[in-house]
Every structure is written in C-alpha cells, then in structure tokens.
C-alpha cells in the first residue's frame, strides 16, 4: 500500500472477477481487509471498504448518497456519453428510480411502495407464499433427488413477485431472462455486449409493463400494482419513472431472494447439526436468517458517491468519489462478529448489513425475510431427511449477485 488507503500493488477488479474468488470469496476478502477497511484503486477511481465499522458510518453518513450523477467522471458525464455511448443510454434510461435519487425526489419513490410492506401487508401476503411454496412442493418428489434451485428456491420468489404485480404465470420465464441481464448493473463492471444485453432486456421490459399498465384496472388491482396505478393516476410518479420503479423492484426482489433461499440451503447442508438444532426449534428460524444474510449476502457490492469530502476512519474520501461496500467482508469482520467464519443459527446482536442501510434500506427486506422463513418451514415439514447428493454449482457470471445454478439435494420423505 503506497499511500493511506492506495492499494495499487492490487488488481481489484481481476481479483472480483476471478473464477476462485467467485467460487468462495472469503479467503481472499479476509486478505483484503487485513491492508485496512478502506481502500483506494487508483485504477478504477473507486473505494472499498471492507469493515463493518466504516461502512456503517458511510451507511449512516449525509455526506453519502446513491444518485450517481453525483458521481464525478461516472455514467452520466459528456466525456462518459462519448467513451461508451451504450452505456450511458443504458444507465441514463434506468436512472429514474428511487434507488438512483437522493433528498425529496427518493422519498416520494419510495413512499408509493411503503405501504405494500408494513406488518399488516406482510400478513395478509402469508398465504400467498404458503400456497406458491406448497404448489412447488407438490410438483417435488416425495423422496429422491433434486435440483434444490431450479425446482424450488428459483421459483418462489417469481412466483410470488408475479402474484404481487398481478402478472400471470405464464409470464415468469420472460420476467426471470429480463431480470437475469438487468442484475448485472449492480456489477458496476460489465463487459460492452452485457451492456447491450441489459439495454435490450430493458426496452422489452418497458414495453410489456408499459401494456400491463394500460390493461390494468386500478378498480380490481391488488398489491403492487394498486399502488403502481395509483401514483402513476394521482401523479406521484411520471411514466418512466412508474415503469423504472416497476422494473426495478421485480429485480431487486427476485434473484436477491432466490439466493437468500439457495445460499441459506446450502449452508445449513454444510452444518447438518445447526440444520437439526434448527428442526428442533423452530422458534430459531428468524435469527437462523439473519446468519445466512450474514454469511452469504448474495448481493456483495452496495454503491455510494461522496457528496463532499469526508473522513471514514482515517481516510479522506473526496466529493464525488464512488464507494463500494464489500459486503461479503464487512458481514465478516472479526473486529464486529465472533468467529465470522462460522454458523451460529443463534448468533446474538448480528448486525449485517446485507440489506444496506440509511435512506436506501431495501424497502423489500420484510417480503425477503417472510418468504425465506416460509420457504425453510414448508420444506422442512415435507421431507424428514435433506442431504448433499453432488458438488452445488455456483454461478460465476455476476460480480455482484453471489448465488447457485444447482444445489442437488437427496430427499428423504417426513413420515
Ligand atoms: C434477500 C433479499 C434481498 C436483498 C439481499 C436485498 C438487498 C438490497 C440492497 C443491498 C439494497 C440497497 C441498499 C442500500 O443501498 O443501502 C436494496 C434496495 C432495494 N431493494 Fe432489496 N434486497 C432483497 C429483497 C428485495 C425485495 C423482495 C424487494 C421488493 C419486492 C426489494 C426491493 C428493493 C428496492 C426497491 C430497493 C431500493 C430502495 C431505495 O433506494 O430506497 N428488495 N436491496
């Protein structure tokens, strides 16, 4: 390290898009993080921060924000425009939603989908996760093996978006190819035919929303999308900003999810005795997911620009600097959490910062939280026996979005 904070003795993104490290990042991340719990690229211009005290305060912090047209030399500058004329269109047309503004213009964003995850919203959506959960158990075989990801964690979190959206089944498949290429902006980098890919998925995208909008009947619609019609006929939100937002929470809700189910599997499989310390008191399960977000907090990446210049333990970051929370770091830290590395489905006080913090908190953690509690019990209540049947396939093809393409699991029916 040259300077207070300068690593350029180290190849940030050659090492965020290594195979091994996305493999099983957490060798390495404890590496990182042992230089200091700030660090600076000089080759990308970006900050890491790798500890969970500092990033706490960033999360804190009103000298941060997350609208990145304050980011200086980013994705919306002349100089931008011309270097990667695809990238800008791409990140200018997603820019009007609440998780790219900051101030007054994010909490009227936000405010239109507040109500749809207070506790009274969350428990009237109970049944619509037990029944999406039991139709994909009842498709599952009563013992045997199977893909734990394609049958089951993929599924559900679409399932029940789609329900919320009043978006018909038949819809999934289009939904889930969208969103899959739209994730990769929470890459920060993408190579230019992912930017492309992303571009396109979010013209179809748009257009299809745009139909379901107009089809919609604001007398009959439930959930999301009552609310969706309601901002865009009161005229809280403008049409792209309805349709960016719409977009944007089908993604954020989905894989997120998904890898939360997935990831939280594969863990318990690896520590068969918490998975039965679990079985054997239910009552554990909240805490039990809180671990997991801790452990593998599928999104690893969450972006913040400097609004001026700040101090975050030690190191001055300057105004319009972009800062990257590492959070598969930042959920480890020892300094924080007691034998990080390890699973206690009981941990105490466990502070991690999965779901971000400040203004920008995931607005869906409730839903995410409700559906991966709901997922365990259904699962656990059909089958007796849940065991590793082969290698689980990680996929390497995000930076960002830490999840399996295959989880096999041998089952063994609840008698
Ligand atoms: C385990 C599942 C999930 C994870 C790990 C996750 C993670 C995150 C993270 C890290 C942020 C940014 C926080 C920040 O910048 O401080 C975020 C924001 C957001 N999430 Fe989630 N999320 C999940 C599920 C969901 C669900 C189910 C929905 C909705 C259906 C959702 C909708 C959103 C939205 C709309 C934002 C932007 C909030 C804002 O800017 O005010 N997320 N999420």
């Known amino acids: 390290m040259s300077a207070a904070g300068q690593s350029d003795d180290i190849d940030w993104w050659g090492t965020l898009s290594d195979p091994a490290f996305l493999e099983n990042p957490y060798p390495e991340l404890h590496r990182l993080s042992a230089r200091g719990p700030v660090q600076f690229d000089p080759a990308s211009g970006i900050w890491f921060i790798l500890g969970h005290k500092a990033f706490s305060k960033v999360l804190k912090s009103q000298s941060f924000g997350r609208d990145t047209r304050n980011w200086a030399g ?14 800008y269109e791409l990140f200018s047309t997603f820019q009007p ?63 029940v978006l789609c329900e919320l959206f009043d978006l018909s089944a ?12 739209l994730i990769r902006i929470g890459d920060i980098l993408m190579t230019p035919e992912q930017k492309q890919e992303a571009l396109d998925a979010l013209s179809e995208f748009k257009a299809f929303l745009k ?19 309601k901002a865009r006929d009161d005229g809280t939100l403008d049409e792209e900003e309805s349709l960016t937002n719409l977009i944007s929470m089908l993604i954020a809700g989905h894989e997120t ?16 005795e918490e998975m039965a310390r679990l079985r054997a008191e239910p009552a554990l399960m909240r805490t039990a997911i809180e671990e997991f977000l801790r452990m593998e907090p599928g999104g690893n990446m969450i972006l913040r620009v400097a609004l001026e210049d700040v101090e975050v333990e030690g190191t001055v970051i300057p105004k319009g600097a972009p800062v990257l929370g590492l959070i598969g770091a930042v959920n ?25 913090g400040g203004a920008h908190s995931c607005i869906g953690a409730p839903l995410a939280r409700l559906e991966a509690q709901i997922a365990f019990s259904a699962f656990f209540e059909k089958y007796d026996t849940i065991e590793l049947a082969g290698a689980p396939e990680w996929r390497l ?19």
């Not at 480890?332 to 971000?356: E, K, M």
Request: with cysteine.
């Open 211 to 229: 139909e379901c909008l107009a089809a919609a009947d604001p007398a009959s619609a439930r959930n999301f999308m009552a609310l969706a019609l």
């Open 97 to 159: 939603q609440m998780i790219n503004c900051d101030g007054p213009e994010h909490r009227r964003m936000r405010a239109v989908y507040e109500p749809a995850f207070r506790s009274q919203a969350m428990a009237d959506v109970v049944p619509i996760i037990e029944a999406e959960a039991a139709a994909l158990l009842d498709a599952m075989p009563d013992e045997g093996e199977a893909d734990f990801i394609t049958a089951f964690a993929a599924p559900l979190p679409l399932r």
């Open 74 to 87: 980013g994705w919306t500058t002349e100089d931008y425009k011309k270097a990667d004329p695809v990238g």
């Open 397 to 415: 093809d995000r930076l960002n979005a830490r999840g399996l393409a295959k989880l096999p699991v041998h089952l063994g029916a609840a008698k």
């Open 170 to 181: 038949g819809t999934d498949a289009r939904v889930a190819r969208w969103s899959a290429s």
């Open 257 to 272: 999810t998904v890898t939360l189910i997935g990831n939280g599997m594969l863990i318990l499989l690896r520590n068969p």
């Open 332 to 356: 480890r830290d020892p300094a924080r959490f007691d034998v990080p590395d390890d699973l206690d489905i009981a941990r105490p006080a466990n502070a991690q910062l999965t779901f971000g």
